[in-house]
C-alpha cells in the first residue's frame, strides 16, 4: 500500500497542504500586526511570494533536477502552494497558456478569472444577504 501512488500522491498533497495552510495563517498575523487592515499587504505578500515560488519551482525541478520523485512535486506545488496560494496555480496555468502559443486563452483565462471571482464574491455576497 505505501508503495502505490494512488495512496502516496493523496497522503503527499495532504502534508504540503498543511504546511501551506499554516503558513498562510502565520503570514498573515504577522502583516496584521506589523501594518494594519487598511490594505491586504498579507494577502499581496502571500500572491506575489507563491507566484515566484511556483514558477522558481517549476522550473527547478523539470528543467534542473529532472530527478525530483511526483510525490515531492505535488507535495510543494498542489499542496504546499495549492494551500499557501491558488494564486499561484492562476499565474502558472496563465503563463503556461500564453508560452503555448495560446495568448487569447491566456488574456481570457487571466482578466476573466479576475473579473469575474470578483464578481462571484459579489453574487455571493448578494445571495447570502437575501435572507436578511
Not at 6 to 35: D, E, K
Not at 96 to 113: D, P, R
Amino acid at each position: 500500500m505505501l508503495q502505490d501512488p494512488s495512496f502516496r500522491h493523496p497522503v503527499a498533497v495532504c502534508l504540503g497542504a498543511i504546511a501551506g495552510a499554516l503558513c498562510r495563517y502565520y503570514l498573515t498575523l504577522w502583516f496584521t500586526q506589523r501594518f494594519g487592515t487598511t490594505f491586504p499587504y498579507s494577502t499581496l505578500i502571500i500572491n506575489l511570494s507563491g507566484c515566484f515560488a511556483m514558477g522558481f519551482f517549476v522550473t527547478f525541478a523539470l528543467e534542473r533536477v529532472a530527478t525530483i520523485p511526483r510525490e515531492v512535486t505535488l507535495m510543494v506545488t498542489t499542496g504546499f502552494l495549492g494551500a499557501y496560494t491558488t494564486f499561484s496555480t492562476y499565474g502558472l496555468e496563465t503563463f503556461i497558456l500564453k508560452h503555448a502559443g495560446n495568448l487569447t486563452a491566456a488574456i481570457v483565462y487571466w482578466a476573466g478569472s479576475a473579473t469575474l471571482g470578483v464578481i462571484s464574491v459579489e453574487l455571493g455576497v448578494i445571495l447570502a444577504g437575501l435572507g436578511k
